[in-house]
């Protein structure tokens, strides 16, 4: 107990050393979607540092209040990318959850999921395999084109959701490898928990590529979470035990480069990382920073290691209007909003229209979806909203977390819309031009 209050003590200096930067200008108030939607001083930026200037004094009084507080964020980094003090939000936001974590500790059925599955790869794919099979009797079709489907019963955890369960391959020539083709440089790649489980077909899309292009490809096959979902829960052990392992698997092999088609997963590993090991001793610094130095988006390794002029546009697209959605930690945390959009260009004959607004938040924000989903829907039709206005009927994206919330508001409002990856997007166009390299 003696050490825990200790460790608390010591999160919390660390804490009040960042907090002085913000000047409660209430610049966030324009940004923060969650404020547009209830208007409530204490959901933007500036209200939740206001409480965090006296959060020991908080967490004595009202822990519970303290942590509902803080749960009401998507981490979505809007307040920080327009902070004109640089306060760093979001890491001030994901310590303070850890330091409730570490006071009121973790709940039954959090412990169970963060150390119970998600912590144990094997474990964690087993738990899957078996939720596909219950899948089946639990839910129907609601969607055929966008694969979703809604609860057979009315259960209030799923209430109206349309889930998008695991992608289907689409009906494209896989690409052909030219086996006289040298070798480049090795990638490593970090497929994601939602890619792994939902959305395989992103992991295939990003191999076929890698390897077209002539690279050694090394995919951990136990990698595990990267451990975002249990920072953000305010779990310290499970990110401990998930980076841990993640360590030691990609200290396997030698590589140049580690690249992710899931942009949280990349600032996980570039920024949280080495944000949050030193609160570990056990930790080598070094190899963390190692794997932080060589990460990189998807996107931006192909855009810094391809010429754009011999990527093939997809010709089954030629006449069709294709938007953008920005995710927020590749624009807003990765500083990345460019290079998806060149690889769409090249990929779809300029036929690109900006949405407004592309870079607002659609509203996922991992568990904060779970918790206050009617919340999370309303800023989703926004995004919907702005997408009818271009006219397009694709949409592209560079994260396979909102591509899971797309689907979800798009089939509850029966659209006949298409929602690919940008990487997917590449490999079908080089596919479908019969391209062997």
């Known amino acids: 107990m003696k050490s825990k209050l200790l460790s608390i003590l010591e999160s919390l200096r660390e804490l009040d050393t960042q907090l002085i930067q913000c000047m409660r200008c209430g610049m966030c108030q324009a940004v923060c979607p969650v404020y547009q939607e209830t208007g409530l001083e204490t959901d933007v930026a ?7 200037d006296g959060l020991l004094r908080e967490i004595l009084k009202d822990p519970i209040k303290v942590k509902k507080r803080l ?7 809007s307040c920080q990318a327009n902070c004109p003090s640089g306060v760093r939000a979001v890491e001030i936001f994901l310590r303070a959850r850890t330091i409730v974590g570490l006071y009121l500790g973790i709940g039954p059925l959090e412990r169970i999921l963060l150390r119970g599955v998600i912590s144990n790869p094997r474990i964690f794919n087993g738990f899957f395999k078996l939720f596909k099979i219950v899948s089946k009797l639990l839910f129907k079709e609601a969607h055929p084109s966008l694969g979703t489907s809604c609860s057979r019963i009315p259960l209030p955890v799923l209430k109206d959701r349309h889930i998008k369960f695991q992608t289907k391959p689409r009906e494209t020539k896989r690409l052909r490898f030219n086996t006289t083709r040298p070798k480049g440089h090795t990638v490593a790649v970090f497929v994601g928990c939602v890619i792994d489980k939902i959305f395989p077909t992103i992991k295939d899309a990003t191999l076929d590529i890698l390897l077209y292009y002539g690279y050694d490809v090394f ?32 200290s396997e092999r030698e590589f140049e480069f580690i690249v992710s088609s899931c942009p949280t997963c990349t600032w996980t590993i570039k920024e949280i990382w080495p944000m949050f090991s030193k609160n570990f001793t056990s930790f080598r610094d070094t ?39 920005d995710p927020c930690h590749l624009r807003k945390s990765l500083k990345i909003w460019e290079e998806p959009r060149k690889l769409v260009r090249t990929c779809t004959n300029n036929r690109l229209i900006e949405m407004p607004f592309s870079d607002m938040c659609c509203g996922m924000g991992g568990t904060f979806n779970i918790k206050y989903y009617d919340m999370s829907s309303s800023i989703a039709k926004k995004k919907r909203d702005y997408f009818k206005a271009t006219g397009a009927n694709l949409l592209t994206t560079a994260c396979p977390a909102c591509m899971f919330q797309l689907h979800d508001i798009f089939s509850k409002n029966g659209d006949n819309i298409e929602i690919l990856h940008t990487i997917e997007l590449l490999s079908e166009a080089i596919s479908c031009n019969g391209s062997t390299g």
């Open 46 to 52: 500036r209200g939740k540092l206001s409480l965090l």
């Open 71 to 77: 749960e009401r964020c998507l981490l979505c980094g």
């Open 287 to 325: 190899d963390i920073q190692k794997l932080s130095n060589r990460a990189m988006d998807i996107n931006q390794f192909l855009i810094a290691n391809l010429d754009l002029n011999a990527i093939p546009y997809a010709r089954n697209r030629e006449d069709q209007i294709v938007t953008y959605h």
């Open 219 to 250: 995919i951990p096959e136990t990698q595990a979470c990267c451990g975002i979902p249990a920072l953000s829960s305010g779990d310290l052990k499970s990110f401990e035990a998930l980076l841990n392992k993640n360590l030691e698997v990609f």
